[in-house]
């Protein structure tokens, strides 16, 4: 591949991090990307949406990760380039002419995402996979001006790169597999910020036994501990914050809540800003998506608490003011109790539609093959002394127990009101007591029919 | 004082926070005063507005700090309810009924803030005490609801204690005073979400020594090391965190933006939302104030990037994408030599009264006595063996080079361009190479008249 | 059980420890056990042995392990205290009157180690336990003396918890079981002196959902994470730190040299200190077993150093400026090669019983029932919602993996010369080449047969 | 100077530090030096001595410190080879060939220190920095010889750096100045396994700003404020840790116990392990020097206290089992109330000569200028911007407060007992009495005439 062109600033700057020390930018493209329009927006993007209402701490923004991945990308770039640099072509070592192009992708890996991503896709059929490549590829954004300047084609390379349509796969593994920067930066930063002590593993110790190999990247054989322990804190993660009932509960209200007004939008009687507008009308474009934020999103929240509609008004209460739902697990057998206790909870005056949901939240900690998905072909190989490899799994009898299981739950979410105790006598007691004989330990569960004498 | 009635909460609610592990909601009304729309209102408002233009971590709202200060002064009365509980009154001991009532003052010492206080209040006439006392105090609120249950007139002396006008000085001086919880809780915070190191200090150690005396709070004389040590942290975050010029210059963007924006709504072509709408008008209400929030703020800024006034538009951009300016430090001798410098920002094609400002910044990290202002009559007193009181900087070296200065320092700020190196020649150059004549080591400085051979 | 009679200190007394904060003292009881001179003996053995070899920073010593098991008891009877009071007899909840006992248990259940203890007990006969239970009960030892001050037969009730033979579990299981205070304390401590990140967990959540049951200890389920994160954390402790090869290979060495201090004191030529003589005389008493330290040994090994006895002269060398011996895993498959190998060792010079050792290395990290044996019947149970308890490894997948396996390994240790490689050539070239044909990867292996072509 | 033969390991060997991270091992030398026996020996030998008695977790060696001065001196030669190398001599740049130099010097500073050097020091004659140019040019020792292997006069090289003759000031004050690796490692060490908070200073800014110059090593402007808080640091380390008063006390002891060994030996009835009596003789070698550690003068304090010499056997105890002595501050005009107080304390049966002592406990925490002395012509001076130097305490009121200053106090040591409270009366009560009423807040003052009527 051809070196790129990389004009070096002629002071490194740094920037404070409270994960990484010290952020270190020494290439002027990299401080342009920074200082674009469409990169500063993630400060006003937080990187784990609702958990804020269940970890207060949790504030910190896409802004701050997608540093935090280009620098754990440089890092490893230092350490690649040192200890492990390409002798001659085909070798297995490191080409050290990707690292400008790899420290990009790991700046932009995210670029794409919007306020809410998972919830806004899902009603307004964005994708912010799509959409990050448009950003890095539409001449019109400040990224793109900024990395055309290395090279005419840098910006369709880096976009390749995060596509993982790029050849070389030490370069796209840097990025995305099951040991990537962008996770070891999350784990990390999300445990920071939250302030659980679950997502902290030997960052330090993993950065000494990284190496590329011939079809990626893998870990020296010293270093196997390290690595099993970063695949179990990112278990625990999932288990203790991503999938935490609360955060759940307040991503239902929110898909309610947009749901609704996408309705009220239709009636035409929605106040709504201009950007906002265009996503409910369908017809929407790059500029007005580069302009959402949280901040946006939840000024339009807090015009619809006054909105005439009682259910959006209630629903962006709700989400403004951290009123969340109740839930319970269930699985496939106590699923079937649901239109009954759906019944329930409309004789108790609410409506199902908009109060209620199934949640599933269900991740696969680690997978040692699988030909497609989200992970292919990125089991994490372990290198022995004599060179050979070893996947995981076969060393570790904790990942061997994650390996690909799915862990997670389903849940039931309604209104709490349907779990009031009757220290004062209601009208809708008796639905209410009817409902909690069906919940016990937090789950649902069978009512067994009261035994006769004779049986 | 009467006890009040304090409804427990039938199993303690936690809440995870890095900075104090967890906080202990033990009482119902705090958790009201939690649940209200006032007080999620602030994880809207960042604790440190632009501060996180310069330490991308400093997210965390006022949301947190508010909980934090609460939890500490939960800790120092459970200390001083079992180490120095009243014995009879006017003992100069803790009077634990008034439990209850700090906390809640703790809590709420801050709810009347709103998005960028101060910048905000300076043109707008808001006063975030006065608007404090009203949302406690006005009967409409959800936080003077919460309060009222506990008794009639708990809202008016939770107000009191904030106000500094309630009898008992011990309950006052935990809340407001030289070494108070806000203190204690936002130097940690700040410290912990920027990533600096300054802030630490041995907050383990403040708490083993805090004590209640006949005119309030003091600490024995074994931790005097320990708030020496927090004394020259409050000084260290205010040198690099508070008046770090770069969090200066985007506040003197906000002004002129804010101010630029008062001046369009004039001429009725400003976009803008309802609610700052009616503070451009001049008739705003509790409740426009109490919808206020940064969301609310950058929705409106983003929106203003459009407009067809050039300088608004402009300083908007520069607010939201980060485009700080530039700045010297000057003094009262240099001072003389801006109005030649505006003229040359003029004549580069800049309004100075949009593009430049003197700002100040100055602390007094300690003070041991002044009859009046801000730190009146709080001197930190450590109790000797013996029982009686020495002021701080009698014992300590540090405190006392720190007592009554007031350390940081005034700057011109300007726009960045005016610094610009004559790389590429262009138009302005002459102009950029006048000024720069008057700058060095980060200081305004006067030329000397070149010397003649015959002097 | 009878109310203790318990003089209580004019101020708590604290000590500063870095893995708890304070240690804190409020009982002339504990304190008297402190100063007495069996106690203070502890802060000259160290906690990890010769793992300081491997890790340098582990040079804590017994000392600040029992007094931090101690905290942590005292912690936990606090929250017992305040929130599962015992509220009639036989109701399950905690007994306030077992604090004192159980704190005193806490701080003296390793009382009875000496330097090296392992290896210490397999040559001389001694037995922690058993010398634990008489320097408590022994009438001549100072904490015997400051016990019996609580009440004549308090001594035989600390010696009782720490024998698990004491009625009550709850007690007892707060000093020995699965997730007891001792373990509790020393993963912690370990980690943070050994500098590894493996050894921490969420301390605080954990004892947020401790509390009491009818049959001892457990867990409220909204902590299961915390608790089974502790049983992760053991795991990677072992494996990282307790089984490390080089730390075994120090105590390998250190076998064999007390093995032949023994056999040259048989000879009468042995130069030792009067206390150790004693041992190796197969007569000793209380008093010299409480006169030995690490510092002790290591002044003995330090003259034997000049011995003429030339093995044990080089085996004390080897110890003290820590010259391990190599190793390679074995299996039951590759033992079968090590006659053929201890015969190429002593080819090259060494004598394999001196220089060679089977060492197996194995903890079974977590065992859900087992009737007998050192964690008989003390499982980890999570109590559900409603009071029924599930056994950890039900709920968690990562405890199911590794219950009841044995996770380690068998190694065999050699002299490292044995794996030089032939830059410079010697005259044992030819038996080091053999000897390395059956090592690879760390691990011992057959050879095959060179295949003939005819096959 | 000529380029030193540095033979590189083939992989880089790490350590684990808890306070580093990871010690990085990358040259034979370095590798060579570390397993000498002198340099094992301070594993032995503890970096605080006395003050683990106070701080129960400062049982870390002077292996670890010296293994850290080397890491951080190895991370600086890094840092100005990467930023400031040497253009063409005498730019005042970095002479990258200086940099195993520095590093084995950093490595082996401390290297002449035995146990308890200060004390043992002053009763023996010996001298640490004597002995460590010894260890490192005698032709006997495991150290020269690892050192002559880089080149002939490579030993006398580096114990010149130590000694601070070598000329270029550079290597000289990366070692020995007021901002030296050594300083930085000890400050950060000592706070981590005391577990005070106070060492923590932000050694990564540090090491972001710290540059050579001309005549030595200077600090960028934009790190003023880290290397103000590194002194403000160490001055709180000094009053807070290293001046202790119970550290000092058993400091005290120790130097009475030692003199009464003299004495005691010198009438030919002490038990005593070879090495030492040869001091005690005043004829002893290197050799005898090597062999002294911690261990070996416990082993002989641990036979001392069966002694027949009561006051032998009884200091003996003290200092084994941690029995202090009380203090009180003193002034010049308290002193004079010293032979009356002795006086009492000879009363009260305790011998003067070996139960009180006045000890002294001053440090100057920064000095900007002196000729001679310990921080001779080391001020530390920060760059600006155009290159001049500005000296520190003329940019900081802290630093300009201690400029200069000795910190620090004086205190008259004696016999706890003087201070018994009399709940139970006892013979020596009535001078006990006396003894108290000079002593108030934790100082000696002088007694106040009763007032007559008259007056």
Not at 14 to 19: T, Y
Not at 422 to 435: G, R
Request: glycine content about 6%; some cysteine; overall charge neutral.
């Amino acid at each position: 591949m051809p070196k790129f062109y990389s004009e070096k600033l002629p002071h490194e700057v740094v920037l404070r991090d409270p994960v990484h020390g010290y952020i270190h930018i020494e290439d002027q493209v990299v401080l342009n990307i920074l200082k674009s329009k469409e990169f500063q927006r993630m400060r006003r993007i937080k990187q784990l949406g609702p958990v804020s209402y269940v970890f207060p701490g949790a504030t910190h923004t896409r802004f701050e990760h997608n540093l935090g991945v280009y620098e754990l990308t440089r890092r490893i770039c230092n350490i690649f380039a040192k200890k492990y640099p390409l002798v001659k072509p085909g070798d297995g070592l490191w080409d050290v002419d990707n690292r400008l192009l790899v420290e990009c992708a790991g700046l932009l890996h995210d670029i794409g995402h919007g306020p809410y991503s998972h919830t806004f896709e899902h009603l307004f059929g964005t994708n912010h996979e799509v959409l990050g490549q448009k950003i890095i590829t539409d001449p019109n954004t400040e990224i793109n001006h900024a990395l055309r300047k290395v090279a005419p084609n840098f910006p369709e390379l880096v976009a390749s790169v995060i596509a993982k349509t790029y050849p070389n796969p030490q370069v796209v593994k840097m990025i995305s597999s099951q040991a990537d920067a962008d996770r070891m930066d999350y784990l990390q930063r999300d445990a920071y910020f939250t302030g659980v002590s679950y997502g902290h593993f030997d960052i330090s110790r993993v950065l000494r036994v990284i190496r590329p190999y011939q079809n990626g990247i893998c870990f020296n054989n010293n270093g196997m501990h390290a690595v099993e322990d970063y695949i179990v804190s990112r278990y625990q993660m999932y288990q203790q914050v991503y999938f935490h009932r609360v955060g759940r509960s307040m991503e239902v209200i929110l898909h309610h809540l947009l749901q609704r007004a996408k309705d009220v939008y239709q009636q035409g009687t929605l106040p709504v800003t201009p950007e906002l507008a265009r996503f409910l009308a369908g017809k929407w474009t790059l500029d007005d998506y580069l302009k959402l934020d949280d901040g946006v999103m939840e000024t339009n929240f807090s015009m619809w608490t006054d909105s005439s509609d009682q259910i959006l008004a209630d629903l962006a209460k709700r989400y403004l003011f951290r009123k969340q739902l109740a839930s319970v697990k269930i699985d496939p057998e106590t699923k079937k109790l649901l239109p009954k206790l759906k019944n329930l909870i409309k004789e108790a005056g609410f409506d199902p539609e908009y109060y209620t949901e199934i949640n599933s939240a269900f991740d696969e900690p680690y997978d040692a093959y699988k030909p497609t998905g989200k992970n292919a072909n990125s089991q994490i190989e372990i290198m022995q002394d004599d060179g050979t490899l070893i996947e995981l799994s076969e060393l570790s009898p904790l990942v061997k127990a994650l390996n690909g299981t799915f862990q997670g739950d389903e849940r039931f979410f309604f209104p709490k009101t349907m779990l009031a105790k009757n220290d004062e006598p209601q009208i809708f007691d008796p639905i209410y007591q009817e409902f909690q004989k069906y919940v016990r330990n937090g789950e649902l569960r069978y009512l067994r029919r009261p035994k006769k004498k004779s049986e």
